[in-house]
C-alpha cells in the first residue's frame, strides 16, 4: 500500500509539472470525444424520435398512387399475401390563400375517413381534432406556425378553379411529413408549402370521386416479402393508372431523414478518428520525453522491489489523468452542443419529441475508444524503458553516434551561422522524431484546409446551380397536361419577359437488380433558362443521368436503361443513357421534349412552364397567375435559393465552423506541445550557450527556429492531406439532396497556412516567458 501511495504522489507531482503539456494534449482528447458524442447522441435522437413516431402513429410501408379506382378494390388488396392493414384515400395537390398574404401557396390535400380515426399515418394533434364536416380542415403544425394560424381562422382552398372556405379544427403534424417539402423542392418552405387534411366527402365532391380514391397505403405483416408484394400491385393497379408501389424509401420525407442519419453516423467516424489519433501521437511523444528524463528514476524503482507491471501501471497514470480531464470537457461541450444541433434539426424535421440525452452506452464507447487511443500512443515507450535492467538504466543514455556524412560537409559551409547549423544538425540527428511532428502538425494543417473548403465548395454548388443550371425565375406547374397555346397566355402576363414550357414525367427506372422512382424533365435543347452541368446542350435523342443517379444504376453513358413512364398510361421501352450531368444538387433523369412526346405517342404536351420576370411586377404577376384556373401552382426560384442557402448556413457550414476551429486548436496543442518538449529536452544545451554568450534572442532562434522548420515542413504535407480530406468527404456526403463539389482555389491553402503560423506563432509567444526565466544553474547540473 505505501509503494502504490508513493508511485501516485510522484504521479500527482509530476502530473502539475507538466501540466500545460497535458492540459494542451487533454484539449485535443476533449475534442474528439465531443465529437463523437455530439454526432452520435444527435443520430440516436432523431432515429429515436423517428422511429417512436413511425411506430405509434402507424406509418405506413407501401404506398401506391393511382388515377382512379373504386373503393372495393381496397378489399382486394387486402387480400393480397403479406397485407395487414390496407388504407385507402384521395389525394390532391391544391393552391391555398390567405388574408394579407400575396405569395404563391401551394397544398397536399389529403382525406381523412368519414365514420372513424384513420388507420394508417395518423396524426398527433398539437391542437383541435379531426375534422367532422366537409368545411373542416386539419392543417400542418409548421404552416400553422409560419402564418401565426389558429383554431377556427380561415382558408381558402382553390380546387378545380372553385374557391372553398375551410374553417381549421386542427393543428398536427404526420410520420409522413415529417420532412415536409413540396413536390419540386429540396427544401422546407412551410410559407408557401403546407399539408391539410380534409374530411373525405369534401375532396371526393370537389374531384368528383364518390366511391373511388385514387391514393391507397398498406401495412405489411412481419417477413413480407415487400418486391414481390410490389409486383403484384402493380399488376393490380395498372388499369387504374397505378404510378407504381413505393416503399419508404421512395418516399419524399423518409428519404431525405435517411440521407441525414447516414451523413451524422459518417462525420461520428471520420472526425474522432483524426482527433483522438492526434492525441495518441501527442501521447507517444510525451511519454517518451518523461521516460528519456526518468531512465535513473525507473532503475531506482526496480532496485526498491518495484514491479514492472507497477511501474507500467505508474506511467500509464499520466494517460488515465489526461483522457479523465479530456472526457469530462468533451461531454460537457457534446452535451451543449448536441442539444443546440437537435434544436437546429427541429426547424426541419418535424417530431412529436425530439430530446437529446447521452446514452451511457455512448458515453462508454467514448471512453473505451479514447482510452485504445491513448494506450496505443503510450504503451511501447513505456515498455522498452521497463526492460532495461537496473544497472544498464543508471548509466547515461547512449550518445549519438556521430560520423562524416554529406550534411556534415553541407553545413560546413560559410552560407549558415553558427545557430543554423546547430538547428539543422538537430532535426538530422533526430529524423523520426522530426517526421513525426511534421506528420502531426500535417494533419492539424489538413483539417484546417478541409474547414475551409466546405466554404468555397458550397458557395460554388449554390451559384452553378442557381446562376448557371437554372436561369428561371419562376417556376409554374399546371393542373393538367397542356399544349403550347398555354405559353402564350404565360407570356402576355405582367411582369413576364421570356418564357419556356417542359413536361415532367414520373419514371421508374431499372438497372438489373437496382430500380430508382423519380421525375424526368423534358424541354428542348435550345433551351436558354435551364442547363445541364457539364453538357453544352440538351441531346437531340437518349436519356441524360445526374452523375449521382447514373452511379447508384450502374448506368454509365453508352448503356441501355429500362424506363417505365408513369404518365395518363403505362409504357415501358429501353432509353440509351447518352450522357451524365455533374449536377450537385437534387438527382433527376432529363429528355429531349420532343423525344419524351414520341415515347408517350403524344404531341407537344407540357405540364409547366419556366419563367423570366421584372421582379419589379412580381406582386402583380402573382394576383395574376392566381386567377389562372390551369395553374396549379408556382414557386420563385430565387427565394428557393434563399432558403436552402439559410439552411447551408444553419447545418454544413455551421459544423465545418466548429471543425475548423477544432482544427485551429488542434494545431495549437501540436507546437506548443512540441515547443515544451523541445525546451524541457535542450534546456542543458540552451543554458550552455548563454553561459558562452548567446543572448536570449540568439537562443530563442535556435529553439524555434527548429520549430518554425518543422512547420514550414508540414505545410504541404498538410495541403496534401486536406486535400485528400476534403475529397474523401466529398465522396462521402454525397447524397440526394446535394453534393458537395471537389473545388480548390488558392484561397484554401492560404488560410490553411495562415491557420498554422498563427497557432504556431502563439505558442512561441507563450513559449518565450519560460525560455526567459530560464534557470542555468539547474539545466546545467541536469543530466
Known amino acids: 500500500m505505501t509503494h502504490h501511495l508513493t508511485l501516485l504522489h510522484k504521479l500527482g507531482r509530476e502530473v502539475w509539472q507538466a501540466r500545460a503539456q497535458l492540459i494542451a494534449i487533454a484539449l485535443v482528447v476533449s475534442i474528439g470525444v465531443m465529437v463523437l458524442l455530439m454526432m452520435t447522441s444527435a443520430k440516436q435522437s432523431l432515429t429515436r424520435a423517428q422511429q417512436h413516431f413511425y411506430q405509434d402513429y402507424h406509418y405506413a410501408e407501401l404506398f401506391v398512387e393511382l388515377t382512379r379506382a373504386p373503393r372495393s378494390l381496397s378489399e382486394q388488396v387486402l387480400e393480397l399475401p403479406g397485407v395487414a392493414i390496407v388504407e385507402s384515400r384521395i389525394r390532391s395537390a391544391a393552391r391555398v390563400e390567405l388574408p394579407g398574404y400575396t405569395d404563391p401557396i401551394q397544398a397536399q390535400l389529403l382525406s381523412i375517413p368519414s365514420q372513424r380515426d384513420p388507420l394508417l399515418n395518423r396524426l398527433h394533434f398539437s391542437s383541435g381534432y379531426y375534422p367532422q364536416t366537409p368545411q373542416q380542415v386539419v392543417i400542418s403544425k409548421p404552416f400553422a406556425e409560419a402564418h401565426q394560424l389558429q383554431l377556427y381562422d380561415s382558408v381558402t382552398a382553390i380546387l378545380n378553379g372553385r374557391r372553398t372556405e375551410l374553417e381549421i379544427v386542427g393543428i398536427a403534424i404526420s410520420p409522413e411529413f415529417i420532412y415536409q417539402i413540396g413536390p419540386a423542392d429540396i427544401m422546407p418552405d412551410y410559407q408557401r408549402y403546407g399539408v391539410f387534411w380534409l374530411h373525405e366527402e369534401a375532396l371526393a365532391a370537389a374531384l368528383d370521386m364518390d366511391g373511388a380514391f385514387n391514393s391507397i397505403s398498406l401495412q405489411l405483416q412481419p417477413g413480407t416479402d415487400q418486391e414481390a408484394l410490389k409486383i403484384r400491385l402493380d399488376a393490380l393497379f395498372e388499369r387504374y393508372g397505378g404510378r407504381g408501389a413505393a416503399d419508404r424509401d421512395e418516399q419524399s420525407s423518409h428519404r431525405f431523414l435517411s440521407e441525414e442519419l447516414k451523413q451524422l453516423g459518417t462525420n461520428a467516424i471520420f472526425l474522432p478518428v483524426l482527433f483522438l489519433g492526434a492525441s495518441a501521437f501527442l501521447f507517444n511523444i510525451f511519454m517518451q520525453r518523461q521516460i528519456q528524463t526518468q531512465r535513473q528514476t525507473i532503475a531506482i524503482l526496480k532496485a526498491f522491489g518495484y514491479s514492472q507491471k507497477a511501474i507500467f501501471g505508474h506511467y500509464l497514470g499520466y494517460t488515465v489523468v489526461v ?461
Open 323 to 783: 483522457i479523465f480531464l479530456g472526457v469530462v470537457f468533451g461531454a460537457i461541450l457534446s452535451r451543449w452542443l448536441a442539444a443546440a444541433m437537435v434544436e437546429l434539426y427541429s426547424l426541419y424535421f418535424n417530431f412529436v419529441t425530439l430530446t437529446v440525452s447521452i446514452q451511457w452506452t455512448t458515453m462508454a464507447i467514448a471512453l473505451l475508444v479514447t482510452l485504445v487511443a491513448g494506450f496505443l500512443g503510450t504503451w511501447r515507450a513505456i515498455y522498452l524503458a521497463i526492460r532495461v535492467p537496473p544497472a544498464q538504466a543508471m548509466r547515461p543514455a547512449t550518445p549519438i553516434n556521430f560520423h562524416q556524412s554529406w550534411i556534415n560537409h553541407l553545413l560546413a559551409s560559410p552560407w549558415f551561422t553558427q545557430g543554423a547549423r546547430i538547428i539543422l544538425r538537430n532535426l538530422v540527428r533526430h529524423p523520426l522524431r522530426s517526421g513525426l511532428t511534421v506528420f502531426g502538425i500535417a494533419i492539424s494543417g489538413g483539417l484546417l484546409l478541409f474547414g475551409s473548403y466546405q466554404f468555397n465548395a458550397i458557395t460554388t454548388m449554390l451559384e452553378r446551380n442557381y446562376r448557371v443550371e437554372q436561369q428561371m425565375d419562376v417556376i409554374v406547374q399546371f393542373t393538367q397536361i397542356t399544349d403550347g397555346q398555354a405559353l402564350a397566355s404565360l407570356a402576355a402576363l405582367p411582369g413576364v419577359n421570356y418564357v419556356e414550357g417542359f413536361r415532367s414525367v414520373p419514371v421508374r427506372l431499372r438497372q438489373g437488380p437496382q430500380t430508382y422512382s423519380t421525375a424526368v424533365t423534358a424541354f428542348s435543347p435550345d433551351s436558354q433558362l435551364r442547363q445541364l452541368a457539364g453538357l453544352a446542350r440538351m441531346p437531340e435523342q437518349g436519356i441524360v443521368l445526374t452523375e449521382h443517379l447514373a452511379n447508384y444504376l450502374g448506368s454509365p453513358a453508352g448503356t441501355l436503361l429500362d424506363v417505365e413512364f408513369i404518365a395518363e398510361r403505362r409504357i415501358r421501352t429501353d432509353v440509351q443513357v447518352v450522357a451524365t450531368s455533374a449536377e450537385a444538387i437534387g438527382v433527376g433523369a432529363y429528355l429531349s421534349l420532343a423525344t419524351l412526346n414520341q415515347q408517350l405517342y403524344q404531341s407537344e404536351s407540357l405540364s409547366g412552364a419556366w419563367l423570366l420576370i421584372d421582379s419589379q411586377a412580381k406582386d402583380a404577376l402573382y394576383t395574376a397567375l392566381n386567377e389562372m384556373p390551369q395553374v396549379a401552382g408556382y414557386t420563385h426560384v430565387r427565394e428557393a435559393e434563399a432558403k436552402l442557402r439559410a439552411y447551408m448556413d444553419d447545418t454544413v457550414l455551421t459544423a465545418m465552423s466548429i471543425i475548423f476551429v477544432l482544427a485551429g486548436s488542434m494545431t495549437f496543442a501540436m507546437v506548443y506541445n512540441n515547443a515544451r518538449i523541445a525546451l524541457a529536452e535542450r534546456e542543458r544545451e540552451l543554458a550552455t550557450l548563454r553561459v558562452l554568450g548567446y543572448s536570449h534572442t540568439e537562443i530563442a532562434r535556435i529553439l524555434f527556429g527548429e520549430l518554425f522548420i518543422l512547420v514550414l515542413l508540414a505545410l504541404p504535407l498538410g495541403w496534401g492531406l486536406g486535400v485528400l480530406f476534403a475529397l474523401g468527404m466529398s465522396h462521402v456526403i454525397s447524397s440526394e439532396l446535394f453534393r458537395i463539389p471537389f473545388v480548390l482555389s488558392q484561397q484554401l491553402f492560404g488560410w490553411s497556412a495562415l491557420g498554422v503560423l498563427t497557432a504556431a506563432t502563439i505558442a512561441v509567444m507563450l513559449m518565450v516567458r519560460r525560455l526567459r526565466r530560464l534557470d542555468l544553474i539547474a539545466a546545467l547540473k541536469s543530466e
